[in-house]
């Protein structure tokens, strides 16, 4: 079983910045996709932002130009830098990785419901002066 485990974590003032990191216990090339989420107390969790085993990268609108996700599967690491924090962001931050189920075809398609996810203790981030 993979284990994630986040780090970097902390109380920040507004407009700072924080880099958060995350190791993953075996071979993270294995992860079709990684990322970051996080959830803020009695809402879901939530899309920061992903990053596929191409370098392709996704991120919600709240990140787009403040933060950079970034992955190294030398290292076994995937990265979230995170610049001008606002309050807003306050929440907990879960590292998050996912292996897919592809079909045999040509080309191959992510079978659905086969979709093993794998999730970090997440790691608390405190915007505030």
């Known amino acids: 079983q993979v284990q994630l485990v986040e780090s970097g974590g902390g109380l920040v003032q507004p407009g700072g910045s924080l880099r958060l990191s995350c190791v993953a216990s075996r071979n993270s090339a294995r992860f079709d996709i990684m990322g970051w989420y996080r959830q803020l107390p009695g809402e879901q969790r939530e899309l920061v932002a992903s990053?596929?085993?191409?370098?392709?990268?996704n991120y919600a609108d709240s990140a787009k130009g403040r933060f950079i996700v970034s992955r190294d599967d030398d290292k076994n690491t995937v990265e979230l830098e995170m610049n001008n924090l606002s309050p807003e962001d306050t929440a907990v931050y879960y590292c998050?990785?996912?292996?897919?189920?592809?079909?045999?075809?040509?080309?191959?398609?992510?079978?659905?419901?086969?979709?093993?996810?794998?999730w970090g203790q997440g790691t608390q981030v405190t915007v505030s002066s």
């Open positions: 998050h990785g996912a292996i897919f189920t592809w079909t045999a075809s040509n080309p191959p398609r992510i079978v659905p419901g086969r979709t093993r996810d794998f």
């Open positions: 990053i596929t085993r191409d370098s392709t990268m």
